[in-house]
């Protein structure tokens, strides 16, 4: 498997029918309504991908407890899922219509890891914040996976695995969080914290190397979890893109710093040449 940064991705995406997936560091909300190095990347990568038949979303901002939720709305709804914001931040809208049809195949895929029905969530911010800018006309039917917080590591890997053979059949999978992600610890303009900086390059490391049991072992990755995810909801959808990639893909980073001192914006493509 290579690597490759962002300066190549249009040469490297147009040839192949099966589609990437993609995992983005979000960030801030803010990045929504700013032009930074992060909303500049998003609307590069948009260019370059293909256009898919339909988006399916893993977040980290929906979480769900001992079951993995399906959203089957038919529209919808944007949800503004953070307070204390500038009002230009709760005027975005990202009206994309659903895909009730298959959002329930994918519901049935995954009766294995719990699955159900749903049809009251909508598209958290960590979705349509970078929906925005890889597809800005709203015009792809788009729908969202949960993040089960009671599974564990490794169940993330699997759901992905589950969910891959979708990139047959034009679905764009993509999982939006952040690999490194400690609130508690930010530096507004600071420099990145050492346990930022080191979990970042392990997680770069491993991921390249194909070491997804590394990434998803609580154990081996030691007190420096804690330390770069007090909490795992936005760690958890960059195991579910790693599963959903396999031995045929190329591997892109883009955005590959620390924002805040603690949180990692660094994102990643998987993809077939």
Do not use: C
Request: proline share 6%; hydrophobic share 40%; no cysteine.
């Amino acid at each position: 498997m290579q690597t490759h940064s962002l300066v190549d991705l249009s040469d490297r995406f147009a040839p192949s029918d099966r589609l990437p997936v993609v995992f983005l560091g979000h960030g801030s909300p803010m990045n929504v309504i700013e032009d930074n190095t992060y909303s500049r990347a998003w609307t590069e990568l948009g260019r370059s991908l293909p256009r898919p038949e339909a988006i399916l979303v893993v977040s980290a901002h929906w979480m769900t407890q001992g079951t993995t939720l399906v959203d089957v709305s038919e529209m919808p709804r944007t949800i503004h899922d953070f307070y204390g914001f500038p009002q230009a931040l709760f005027e975005q809208a990202y009206p994309a219509p659903g895909q009730p049809h298959l959002a329930r195949e994918v519901t049935a895929l995954l009766k294995s890891h719990r699955a159900q029905e749903d049809d009251r969530w909508g598209l958290d911010h960590g979705a349509w914040a970078v929906l925005k800018f890889l597809y800005p006309e709203a015009d792809v039917p788009v729908f969202q996976v949960s993040v089960d917080m009671s599974r564990g590591l490794t169940h993330q890997l699997e759901i992905g695995r589950t969910l891959s053979l979708l990139r047959e059949r034009g679905v764009l999978i993509l999982g939006s969080g952040n690999v490194v992600h400690n609130l508690r610890a930010m530096r507004h303009g600071g420099t990145p914290h050492d346990f930022a900086l080191e979990f970042d390059a392990i997680f770069a490391d491993r991921l390249s190397h194909r070491d997804f049991t590394g990434l998803a072992d609580a154990d081996r990755l030691g007190a420096l979890l804690p330390e770069a995810h007090p909490t795992l909801d936005h760690y958890l959808p960059a195991l579910t893109i790693a599963g959903a990639s396999d031995e045929r893909d190329d591997l892109t980073f883009m955005t590959d710093v620390i924002d805040l001192g603690s949180v990692s914006m660094r994102s990643f493509i998987f993809h077939t040449n």
